[in-house]
C-alpha cells in the first residue's frame, strides 16, 4: 500500500459546470487514490525506459576524452500528472520533468509530494497547470511524455497531435491505462464483482461518461497514431489473457483505430500487477472512481461478494495496456 500524503484539495464545484475526471472542477482525495490503486511496480517504469533509452545513439568521440558517448535525454513531460505519482519515477532518469495538469490544485499538490516531501531539486520540475489538448510547451524540447491513466479524458485526436508538437523528432510517447483489477480464483466472487461494475457503469451516464467509456473498453485501441507522425507503434497487453475484454466494463466501445503495422505484444502472468486485498479494500477502490456509489445503494452486492470469498481476501490481477511511439522525423 502506498505511502499517504497530505492533501488540500478544492471541494469539487456543484452543479451543471461539475465535470468528473481531468477537469478543473474536479477535486480527489488522493490519498485514498494512492491507498487504493495499484502501485506503478519498477517493470512499469522500465518498459518505458527500455523503449525510449535504446533508442539513443552513440555519438563521435569527445576530444577530451577520446570516448564515444550515448545520448542522455534530459527532458519528460508527464501529462494528467494528478499529484505527481508517475513524474516522482521519470525524476530519477531525467534531468528536468515538466508536471502538468488542467485541474485546481493538482500541480501544488505535485510539488508537495516531489519537492517536500520527497526532497528532490525544486529546480528538476516544470509545474504547468493546463491540459493534454493545448500545452504552453515549447515545440520540439520534450524528449519523452508520459499519460498515464487519463486519455479518456481528452479529445484523443487532438492530443496526440500536440504530443507530437512538444517531442523532439525522435521522442517517445508512452500512453497507458490499466483497468479493474479481476479476482482470480474465485469465479463466485469475480461473477460479483463483475455486477458491482456493471451497476457502477448503469450510473455513469451522460456525454462525457459515453467518451470516456467507448476509450477505455476499447484497451485504447480508438487511439490513433497516424503513420505520417508516428513510428515503432507497439501496444502491450499485459494480464489479458489475450484479450482486450478485460477492459470492457459496458458495452460502450469505440471502433479500433490500431494502424497497419503496428506491433501488439502480449504479456501474461506479470505477477508485479497482482495484489491480494480484502473486501475493504475493494470498496475503497470503487470509491476511487467517479460518480461515487454510495455503500449503502449496493449493499445487497457487497454482502454477495462478502459471501463468495468466504472471509478470505482476494487474489487480484490487473490488466493493463501500454502504447509506445516514436515521433518521426
Excluded at 508516428?230 to 483505430?257: A, C, H, M
Aim: proline fraction near 5%.
Amino acid at each position: 500500500m502506498a505511502t499517504a500524503i497530505q492533501t488540500n484539495t478544492p471541494t469539487p464545484a456543484k452543479g451543471p459546470d461539475h465535470k468528473p475526471g481531468f477537469s478543473t472542477s474536479e477535486g480527489a482525495n488522493w490519498s485514498e487514490y494512492l491507498a487504493f490503486r495499484p502501485v506503478y511496480p519498477a517493470s512499469f517504469f522500465n518498459r518505458i525506459y527500455e523503449y525510449h533509452f535504446q533508442k539513443a545513439k552513440p555519438q563521435p568521440p569527445t576530444a577530451k576524452s577520446g570516448h564515444s558517448t550515448t545520448t542522455t535525454t534530459t527532458t519528460a513531460q508527464d501529462i494528467g500528472a494528478g499529484c505527481g505519482i508517475v513524474s516522482s519515477g521519470l525524476a530519477t532518469r531525467f534531468d528536468k520533468v515538466i508536471v502538468s495538469d488542467p485541474n485546481d490544485g493538482y500541480t501544488a499538490l505535485a510539488r508537495n509530494l516531489l519537492v517536500e516531501q520527497s526532497g528532490l531539486a525544486a529546480s528538476k520540475f516544470t509545474f504547468l497547470q493546463e491540459g493534454a489538448e493545448k500545452s504552453s510547451v515549447a515545440s520540439g524540447t520534450v524528449d519523452l511524455i508520459t499519460a498515464c491513466e487519463m486519455m479518456h479524458w481528452t479529445d484523443t485526436a487532438v492530443a496526440v497531435r500536440e504530443f507530437g508538437r512538444a517531442l523532439k523528432a525522435g521522442g517517445s510517447l508512452v500512453l497507458t491505462y490499466y483497468t479493474v483489477p479481476r479476482i482470480v480464483g474465485n469465479e463466485a466472487a469475480q461473477a460479483v464483482w463483475r455486477r458491482i461494475w456493471r451497476e457502477y457503469a448503469s450510473r455513469a451516464q451522460g456525454e462525457l461518461y459515453d467518451h470516456a467509456f467507448g476509450i477505455v473498453n476499447s484497451a485504447f485501441e480508438c487511439i490513433a497514431l497516424p503513420a505520417d507522425s508516428w513510428e515503432g507503434v507497439k501496444r502491450v497487453y499485459i494480464n489479458t489473457g489475450g484479450s482486450t475484454v478485460p477492459f470492457q466494463i459496458d458495452d460502450r466501445l469505440e471502433e479500433s483505430r490500431v494502424g497497419e503495422g503496428e506491433e501488439a505484444v502480449w504479456v501474461e502472468g506479470d505477477r508485479d500487477w497482482y495484489d491480494v486485498q480484502g473486501i475493504d479494500w475493494l470498496k475503497g477502490y470503487l470509491a476511487t472512481w467517479v460518480p461515487r456509489i454510495p455503500e449503502a445503494d449496493i449493499q445487497e452486492l457487497w454482502d454477495g461478494l462478502a459471501a463468495a470469498l468466504g472471509g478470505e481476501p482476494a487474489n487480484l490481477e490487473t490488466p493493463l495496456v501500454m502504447i509506445f511511439a516514436t515521433k518521426k522525423a
